[in-house]
């Protein structure tokens, strides 16, 4: 009888992210990222550029352009594409914001050993302990890769 009812009553699932031709997949400090295309609009014909991060149970999408942003030191956090925001990326900062936002006496175990020059993959609490943690070699490695992505 009402259209808009049926279509109400059916959840949209999230778009899959799509891995991209010629792809190779960056690995260390317990990450793997991986280029992908994300569907959006609303018959998902248009592709966003992202990086597909995953660790243990842990996986997580972020435009590929704010994951650069992060890495040139313009952004401190980088949020998740989608309706989960309990997973972010972040380099120093972007921590002492985090924490700062939670519970900072919480987070001060393992923000004392926190590399300046470090990102983590952060899983809200921020009381925990990150997903992963990257530094030095790892945090070059994955730059130069995320900068030698196909735009």
């Known amino acids: 009888m009402f259209s808009w009812t049926k279509r109400d009553s059916t959840a949209t699932l999230p778009p899959v992210a799509i891995p991209r031709d010629g792809g190779i997949p960056w690995r260390g400090a317990g990450l793997t990222a991986t280029d992908v295309d994300l569907p959006r609009g609303r018959k998902g014909t248009k592709l966003m550029h992202c990086v597909q991060l995953s660790t243990g149970d842990v996986t997580v999408t972020m435009l590929q352009a704010d994951i650069l942003e992060l890495l040139n030191g313009r ?38 050993a926190f590399p300046g020059d470090a990102l983590a993959l952060l899983v809200v609490p921020v009381s925990e302990p990150p997903a992963a943690i990257m530094s030095g070699a790892d945090v070059a490695s994955f730059s130069a890769w995320a900068r030698k992505l196909a735009k």
């Open 75 to 112: 952004v401190g956090i980088v949020d998740p594409i989608g309706a989960d925001s309990s997973v972010f990326l972040c380099n120093a900062a972007g921590v002492d914001a985090a924490a700062t936002a939670g519970k900072a006496a919480e987070a001060g175990k393992w923000m004392a």
